[in-house]
């Protein structure tokens, strides 16, 4: 990479934010379309959420990206929210308008239909219910993405309850789509699926393992986690035992990634081979 006086800038905004492997990503599409500009880490103290976002146009940033614990708060201080980022709650991307002005966008739901239209084309959203674990920020961005696909029943499994109807309330289109269950009814809720979805953070390096028996869930069932470290997580591997077809967490994350690429440095921003093996790298590397 070559800094030039005419370098566009973007970064990721986080705290802390060393973690993220979005600066891989952008700047690997940077590289292989040869554009002059650069991508980088932004370690922000969420107290200094406002400034750090009001500075990007006065430093010539085109965006930026959003990450823990920035996502929700950073909603209330753009200058303009999609519809559907407001209706979910967070956004992950900042678009500097030509004003100057801020745009937010949450690409989290187009990662998620991306990926598994990528990666599991023969998913039929109409065949059978979809399961989904977990009612946080991530959970938001897939059934979201899945009452656009128009999937007919959501079955929304949480720990706390209150939270998953939380989701359905701002969520749902039509009442009779998406039903509460409890964490102990896992298991259960599996009969007839057609997708299962685990948006918890169960099954992370560091996290408990998530448990749960797939004994119920039909064989031509879809199986996807977005937990993306590690790769395979436990999930995934019981499912390509009994022949799912299993989707990991890291395709949602490369493809959540395009929108806010391809506004800031206009040009377009593929999901190749050659990408995937290099982002995985960095999930191997100490963070
Ligand atoms: N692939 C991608 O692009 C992508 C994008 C975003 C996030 N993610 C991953 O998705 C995961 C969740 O992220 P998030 O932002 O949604 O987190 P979050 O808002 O903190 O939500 C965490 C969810 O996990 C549940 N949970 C945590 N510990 C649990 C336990 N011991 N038993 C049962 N449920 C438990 C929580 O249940 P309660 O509501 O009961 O607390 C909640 O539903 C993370 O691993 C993150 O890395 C991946």
Redesign the pocket.
Known sequence: MRITGRTRLAGIMGWPVAHSRSPALHNFWLDEQGIDGAYLPLPVRPEQLEQALRALPVLGFRGCNLT?PHKQMALSIVDRVEPLARRIGAINTVIVAADGSLEGRNT?VF?FRESLRESAPDWDPVAGSAVVL??????R?VVAALIEAGVGEIRLV???QA?AERVAEDLEARPSRMSIHP?SARNAALENAGLLVN????G?TG??ELAIDLARLPRQAVVAD????PLETALLAAARQRGHHAVD??G??LH?GRPGFEAWFGAPARVTRELRAAVVTTLAAPR
């Open positions: 823990i989290d990662g977990g009612a946080g920020g991530a959970a961005a949480n720990r706390t939270r964490w948006t918890t953070s169960l992370m996290e408990p977005i937990v993306y470290v967490g890291l949602m994350l959540q």
